[in-house]
């Protein structure tokens, strides 16, 4: 092994340890009892090891309707972003209509606006329309995004023309060769958009903490922030609700990593 | 019926891409378009197709007119230059997809395929994708999407310039074969003009615009109705001398000739300066003499089967063909003898033919 390339392991050695060691510890701390959990010098083996957090999340607290909450809306976010977006990033690469530039362009601007700027007007719309408290507040805001436009609409800008006038030749109507030709040529991007519409959405804490009000309607993000209490928090708990969180993404990243990295570097090129 | 006739058809876009061109196509004629790129060929090929709409005139195809039609109404099926074939699908279904699109009866469907992939030679690669194909093959593929379809016209993009030359020799052959058995009007665009030539019935030479000349590869060759078709078609392209007549004594700045007492009456309307074209199959070396003209040998372009020698003198450049044992080495001091009986003649300010013949 030559010398450059042991420096290379060094160095990924310590950037996994420093990614994976908090998760590994997350993971101790919710078999742990309170007492183990503050116990100094921490361990990694839980001793007593305990599955009580996660018998208590279950049978003390709504956590499977959380659980439950999460995965509606984070799945209708996805699935709508991933087509919605396409169609909209297909339309602004391909169709020509007065105005698409300008309309890009504003799609592209509100990228920049930071979402705690809107905070307050969004907040007033939504309550005005009586959606607070409900899964509309937070689906329907959040069915498309610009960054998800932009995306596709690069990738469809790489496209060649050629292949849609082959479409419209086979006799192919737009919403045909969008569907069959098109799209399927945009797989990668799809499981990209897929993977980070739902890790936004089932990670996502602000606007749900801002919108839900009821713990029925809480999301896991939410519900976990609950029992951070003032004075103290009981970690295990935490650890083990967090366990929950984590779970789910680490397995659609398995899954869609092939595609995910394929669809980052994508967006990279044209 | 399937003549196609475009008749005073124009396209603009911000200027006149295609500006009222004429042009028939009998039922079964090979016709290519040819010039250089921008003049027009494409957007006329793509107007047929319907990819691209007419700003003015019409086009019918048999007795139809297709000027406002969808392009899969036309009975047309087109190949593209990049093959257009679809990534995602095997090459079964890129050939199906259309005839799938158009509901035809799944049997049908099956027997089409498989003699279309019988034909192009493609029943190993049927499960394949196009991305595992070489170009010629895909090229292939996408003539088989075509002729599944059964289409009254055909129609190709400058189907053979991404690929290399031998290929596309060999698929100029294929070409014309499937052609001979299709029996049906092929509309072929291409800037080569040795595709040109080999591939059609029948040329149309376009540029800026407009349709330069019509007609069979041989007459187009020989009886170049402008100074644009001359250069364009041939190569080596024409040589250009600047003349002039004095009396019955054809004078350029490197030689003159006399014109015999039988031609005489073809110059009689000539005016006193014009241009003179001579191509170089029809200048050979000689021996110094009345009417040839000593030049010096510049460089001295090997094909093999024969040279082509560039010879210059007095500013004036030419290009004469020689046998490889003839060839002189450069800069080697020589003359030129130059056919007249195979002179063209042209208008210097018009640049159209002077003799009609």
């Known amino acids: ?214 713990p029925a309607m809480y999301t896991l993000p939410v519900g976990l922030s609950s029992f951070q209490g003032q004075y103290y928090t009981l970690w295990n708990l935490v650890m083990a609700g967090t366990m929950f969180v984590t779970a789910p993404v680490v397995v659609v990243f398995i899954i869609f990593q092939r595609y995910f990295i394929q669809g980052v570097s994508t967006t990279g090129i044209k | 019926m399937a003549a196609v006739q475009f008749k005073a058809v124009t396209k603009t876009f911000d200027t006149t891409v295609v500006d009222k061109m004429d042009l028939q196509a009998r039922e079964g004629e090979f016709v290519v378009l040819v010039g250089p790129s921008g003049c027009g060929k494409s957007t006329s090929l793509r107007m047929l197709a319907g990819l691209e709409t007419v700003t003015d005139g019409s086009i019918h195809i048999g007795d139809r007119d297709v000027t406002a039609l969808h392009p899969k109404d036309r009975g047309v099926a087109m190949v593209f230059q990049d093959y257009a074939l679809y990534p995602h699908l095997t090459v079964e279904e890129n050939i199906s997809l259309g005839l799938k699109v158009r509901k035809l009866d799944p049997a049908e469907i099956t027997e089409r395929v498989a003699s279309a992939a019988k034909v192009l030679e493609l029943e190993k690669f049927l499960s394949k994708k196009p991305g595992q194909l070489s170009g010629g093959q895909r090229q292939r593929v996408a003539m088989g999407r075509a002729i599944v379809k059964r289409p009254e016209v055909y129609l190709f993009d400058e189907p053979l310039s991404n690929l290399d030359a031998k290929l596309r020799a060999q698929l100029r052959i294929e070409i014309t074969r499937l052609h001979r058995r299709m029996k049906k009007t092929v509309f072929y665009v291409t800037h080569d003009q040795v595709e040109a030539m080999t591939l059609a019935d029948t040329i149309a030479v376009m540029n800026e615009g407009k349709i330069q000349q019509v007609g069979p590869p041989m007459e187009l060759y020989r009886h170049p109705k402008n100074r644009f078709v001359a250069s364009f078609i041939g190569t080596p392209q024409m040589n250009f001398l600047d003349a002039e007549l004095d009396g019955l004594t054809l004078k350029t700045k490197i030689f003159s000739l006399r014109i015999p007492d039988g031609l005489a009456t073809e110059f009689t309307d000539f005016p006193k300066h014009f241009t003179l074209g001579c191509r170089p199959h029809d200048i050979s070396r000689a021996a110094a003499g009345a009417g040839t003209a000593a030049m010096s040998a510049d460089m001295v372009e090997q094909r093999g089967a024969e040279s082509f020698l560039h010879c210059v003198q007095d500013g004036v450049s030419i290009v004469a063909r020689c046998e490889p044992e003839d060839a002189p080495s450069p800069g080697e001091n020589i003359h030129l003898r130059f056919n007249l009986a195979r002179f063209h003649y042209f208008d210097s300010e018009t640049n159209e033919r002077l003799v009609a013949r």
């Open chain 1, 1 to 214: 092994m030559t010398r450059g390339r042991g420096l290379l392991y060094l160095l990924l050695g310590i950037y996994a340890a420093l990614t994976l060691g908090p998760f590994l510890w997350s993971l101790s701390a919710s078999f742990k009892t309170v007492e183990a959990v503050s116990a100094w010098p921490p361990t990694l083996i839980p001793r007593p090891f305990t599955l009580e957090n996660y018998t208590y999340l279950l049978e003390k607290l709504p956590f499977l309707r959380w659980m439950f909450n999460s995965l509606v809306i984070a799945g209708i976010v996805t699935v709508a972003n991933v087509f919605l977006n396409a169609m909209a990033g297909y339309a602004l690469a391909r169709l020509r209509f007065p105005g698409r530039k300008v309309l890009f362009w504003i799609i592209i601007g509100t990228m920049m606006i930071p979402g705690q700027v809107v905070i307050i007007p969004v907040f007033i719309l939504l309550s005005k329309l009586g959606w607070i408290d409900s899964y509309a507040a937070l689906t329907i805001p959040f069915l498309t995004s610009a960054f998800g436009v932009f995306m596709y609409r690069q990738f469809f800008l790489g496209v060649p023309k050629s292949l849609e006038e082959a479409a419209m030749l086979d006799g192919m109507g737009p919403f045909q060769t969008f569907f069959r030709i098109i799209l399927p040529l945009a797989k990668p991007v799809m499981a990209a958009q897929a993977i980070f519409m739902f890790l936004g959405s089932w990670n996502g804490f602000m606007w749900p903490a801002m919108l839900l009000s009821t």
